[in-house]
């Protein structure tokens, strides 16, 4: 099983296959990215530690090495400039990964690959791989709301002073500002949380309300995200490669689930060695049916923007 990392320099890439490397699934790792001098970096920290965990062959290189890859992981993305709107920065890593994608078209790929995009924002983003690339749409995955769904449940697990391990809890919708919390599904262990003593309306919006700025939390303490999202993604690529059929809100092409069309957003997803095996259409309260309406909106209003 080979993985090839696209980005893999910079913190969410590199962070993301040292999990990769831990899980000792894989064969071989490629890191590729525009900053050379980085990508030798850390494929060699990685290939240092390779000794520790399972041998895995991790070297650079360029795009047409890629072609023979089972998973493509791309983190590569832009920051946001002082005064520039969301919009422009939107813009600015959608043309950065359109030219990624026709990376990856001149250097080729076989038709069972995946490719998995990582990059922000990520829904958008998704839907333009699915579109533009010359793969199956089941085959063109998004993190979603994957890291959303685990700081949501952490935070759960610290209010409520369980093990996150118990914790069953999920975030749909965008990886953005009109994601929402599945209150109605969410159990420790099986047992709903409406049971546990002190756990109202309040503590809720307290634990989403932190959940949703966890992002901009992270950033502020120490620049950006790395751990958390490593694992998610490494979460990711073992139900892939080890096709596991887990249940997980990842983001990919809908085409009628929840009545959604037209839009990459996540929902309860089943993904294997064959990238998404299907949608879940579990049933939701009206008011977090509405709010999955509403996110599926919101990302068809940028992608209309974008093009």
């Known amino acids: 099983m080979k993985v090839s990392i696209i980005g893999g320099g910079g913190r969410v890439g590199s962070c993301a296959a040292f999990a990769i490397e831990c899980m000792g699934l894989i064969s071989e790792m490629q890191i590729i990215d525009a900053n050379a001098e980085a990508a030798e970096g850390e494929a060699l920290d990685l290939l ?23 998973i493509f992981i791309i983190t590569a993305g832009l920051r946001r ?48 791989a699915s579109k533009e690339l010359d793969l199956p749409s089941n085959r063109v995955i998004g993190l979603g709301t994957m890291l959303d769904t685990a700081r949501f449940r952490s935070l759960i697990a610290k209010e409520l002073k369980v093990p996150a391990s118990q914790v069953n809890a999920t975030i749909l919708g965008e990886h953005g500002d009109s994601m929402f919390p ?3 599904s969410a159990s420790i262990n099986g ?19 932190r959940t949703r700025g966890s992002g901009a939390e992270v950033i502020k303490r120490k620049g950006g995200a790395g751990y958390a999202v490593g694992a998610a993604i490494a979460q990711v690529a073992r139900a892939i490669i080890l096709d ?41 309260w009206p008011k977090e049916a509405q709010a999955l309406s ?14």
């Open 48 to 70: 240092h530690a390779s000794a520790v965990f399972s041998g895995q062959r991790i070297y650079t290189g360029c795009y047409k090495r890629a072609a023979d890859s089972d």
């Open 81 to 128: 400039k002082p005064d520039e709107s969301r919009l422009d920065l939107i813009n600015r890593n959608v043309s950065l990964f359109r030219q990624i994608l026709a990376d990856i078209k001149s250097g080729g790929y076989r038709r069972d690959a995946i490719v998995f995009v990582v990059s922000n924002p990520v829904d958008v983003l998704t839907y333009i």
């Open 182 to 184: 599945v209150w109605s």
């Open 191 to 209: 047992l709903p949380l409406k049971g546990f003593p002190s756990f109202g309306i309040a503590l809720q919006n307290k634990i989403f309300e």
């Open 244 to 284: 596991t059929r887990e249940v997980l809100p990842v983001s990919s092409a809908v085409n009628g689930v929840y009545g959604l069309r037209n839009v990459s957003i996540s929902v309860p997803t089943m993904i294997g060695r064959d990238g998404v095996l299907g949608h879940l259409e579990t049933e939701l």
């Open 294 to 307: 509403n996110s599926a909106a919101t990302l068809r209003a940028t992608i209309s923007k974008v093009g």
